[in-house]
T-cell receptor
Framework: GQQLNQSPQSMFIQEGEDVSMNCTSS?????WLWYKQDPGEGPVLLIA?????ELTSNGRLTAQFGITRKDSFLNISASIPSDVGIYFC????????????FGAGTILRVKS | DARVTQTPRHKVTEMGQEVTMRCQPI?????VFWYRQTMMQGLELLAY????????DSGMPKDRFSAEMPDATLATLKIQPSEPRDSAVYFC?????????????FGPGTRLTVL
């Protein structure tokens, strides 16, 4: 089956630092999505990527769709306390319809 | 501000009881997904519908779980009988999806505890 490896599992950083996390897959994906989940809430879509090599920004967030189509990364610049949460990557392979496979998540903690 | 809504937000029940969770997708979205989130397994897709037709329920234990969309504004997930291992947060998500366009928007979830 499809699997995503997301790393790191957790990060504890100083406010103002940049953050980088990534996901890798053993199979090719056609779509990569990045979500953030706050405690007690559902995941919120941050960025969607549809083309290999695509680089997309949303404020201080930047995500890229890897050229091999087997990986994606998310960067957060100049972190602030409200960036705290769990970040998930999700991938879609067209052979499986609209199913998304989710990574295990990266827990981000920010020291202010 | 269009959002997916889910009820109830929390449910505590005893083993063997029937549980029904409801979801109102965002108006105009053609696809509805049911996910389950646990610490051990993470986010798992249980089932999804497009234009109210079930497309895939391979992630769902079919002996006790059932998912339906009686109309375009309501999706339900039912567990009968419930078991302690069903304790989890259940999310509904909706999107206007095509074969290659797949942005999914999540509701706040139903936290289920089966004693």
């Amino acid at each position: 089956g499809q699997q995503l490896n997301q790393s790191p599992q957790s990060m504890f950083i100083q406010e103002g630092e940049d953050v980088s996390m990534n996901c890798t897959s053993s199979s090719i994906f056609n779509t990569w999505l990045w979500y953030k989940q706050d405690p007690g809430e559902g995941p919120v879509l941050l960025i969607a990527l549809y083309k290999a090599g695509e680089l997309t920004s949303n404020g201080r967030l930047t995500a890229q769709f890897g050229i091999t189509r087997k990986d994606s990364f998310l960067n957060i610049s100049a972190s602030i306390p409200s960036d705290v949460g769990i970040y998930f990557c999700a991938g879609q392979n067209l052979n499986y319809g609209n199913k998304l496979v989710f990574g295990a998540g990266t827990i981000l903690r920010v020291k202010s | 501000d269009a959002r997916v809504t889910q009820t109830p937000r929390h449910k505590v029940t005893e083993m063997g009881q029937e549980v029904t969770m409801r979801c109102q997708p965002i108006l105009g979205h053609n696809t509805v997904f049911w996910y389950r989130q646990t610490m051990m397994q993470g986010l798992e897709l249980l089932a999804y519908f497009r234009n109210r037709a079930p497309l895939d329920d391979s992630g769902m234990p079919k002996d006790r779980f059932s998912a339906e969309m009686p109309d375009a504004t309501l999706a339900t997930l039912k567990i009968q009988p419930s078991e302690p291992r069903d304790s989890a947060v259940y999310f509904c998500a909706s999107g206007f999806t095509t074969v290659s366009y797949n942005e999914q928007f999540f509701g706040p979830g139903t936290r289920l505890t089966v004693l």
